[in-house]
């Protein structure tokens, strides 16, 4: 076991080079496909030939299922997981175990869910990301973490809570043109692809409350909270909310599809919402340009060129860029009014 000297060392390896290790982790995988040429990995099962409603997707929620072990390799010397050892060494200001909901199975619109909880992901994804790290450094040879995990999209290899990432489409009918935004993710506040750029807003996806079990209130407090600032809501009235409200009639949501980092197995359901303008100006006049996780880009122009930039060029998280690479191939039918 390394020192937690030498475990910090490949840490920080990890957050200044997490862009680069991920596009070097794709070669681990040549046979699972990769979403829009992105480093996204998928299953086809997850990825609709075009986007579809989100209303269309169905949940049920059923009790988790064991799954196989996974060698921790990484860990220091005195710690038996790895978010017990980041909470001690190296724990970002948000890093809270909160509960979540594990995916399980995802046949056609139907996804199942266990009850989960967000170190899970860490134990497993984090530490893996951290072997590779290891690797790269020369510090190891083999990587038995993620040899054990195999396919990174198979559920029923590792713990996989999802996060419902959501490309933001501001859309002006009258000259048909639209605008986005982005985050760039503070590597000094967030356990997760800090120092990257990432499509706003983004959450992991759990309850507010233990019946809270719905991917859509998920989304709006995740808009309530990354693009205006609301302290984390930990339980909301949606039907007594009038932002709730107001969203739920202004947002037209399409799922696009779901994929997994080739680094950290984060994986993510790829979604766009389209508001009108005057509407999105009426919902988010008192956008941030800062919340707690890092720093808001606001109101890029959604044009291939920004698209190439983001997508292929700068360090953005794969979910990301698979997410403006796929809306910009879909643009004309997320645009239409």
């Known amino acids: 076991m390394p020192t ?14 997490r862009h680069a290790l991920a596009l070097a982790a794709v070669a681990e995988y040549p046979d699972v496909p990769r979403v829009a040429g992105t480093p996204l990995l998928t299953s086809p099962d997850w990825m609709p030939a075009g986007p579809i409603p989100l209303a ?22 005195g710690f038996g997981s790895y978010s017990e050892a980041m909470a001690a060494l190296a724990a970002p200001s948000v890093f809270q175990n909160r509960g979540t909901y594990r995916l399980l199975g995802f046949t056609g619109r139907h996804l199942t ?27 190891i040879g083999a990587l038995p973490a993620r040899s054990a995990v195999g396919d990174p999209c198979d559920p ?8 419902i990432s959501t490309l933001t489409l501001r859309h002006d009918e009258i000259s048909g043109e639209a605008t986005f935004f982005l985050h760039w993710r503070d590597p000094k506040r967030v356990g997760h692809a800090g120092g990257m750029f990432q499509v ?13 079990f719905s991917l859509w209130h998920c989304m709006i407090r995740e808009f309530a909270e990354e693009m205006l600032g609301v302290e984390e809501i930990h339980d909301a009235d949606y039907a007594a909310w009038p932002f709730a409200q107001r969203l739920t009639e202004a947002a037209r949501v399409f799922y696009l599809g779901t994929g997994v980092d080739p680094l950290t197995f984060a994986t993510d359901m790829l979604t766009v919402a389209v ?11 008192d956008l941030v340009s800062h919340n707690e996780e890092g720093q808001v880009l606001r109101g890029l122009p959604f044009t291939a060129g920004n698209v190439e930039r983001f997508a292929r060029h700068e360090p953005t998280q794969a979910a990301g860029a698979a ?9 004309e039918e997320l645009l239409r009014t």
Request: proline fraction near 5%; charged fraction near 25%.
């Open 56 to 77: 269309d997707l169905s949940l049920e929620l059923k009790a988790s299922t064991a799954l196989p072990e996974v060698p921790a390799s990484v860990l220091p010397d």
């Open 323 to 331: 997410l403006l690479a796929l809306a910009w191939q879909h643009r």
């Open 275 to 285: 508001i009108e303008a005057s509407r999105f100006d009426e919902l988010f006049g």
């Open 4 to 17: 937690s000297a030498e475990w910090l060392e490949v840490r920080a390896h990890l957050l200044e080079h």
């Open 156 to 163: 029923r290899r590792r713990p996989v809570n999802v996060a």
């Open 113 to 139: 869910f266990g009850l989960g909880s967000y170190f899970d992901g860490v134990d497993v994804g984090e530490a893996c990301a951290h072997e590779y790290a290891a690797r790269d450094l020369g510090r």
């Open 200 to 212: 706003l807003p983004v959450g992991v996806f759990q309850g507010s409350s233990e019946a809270d």
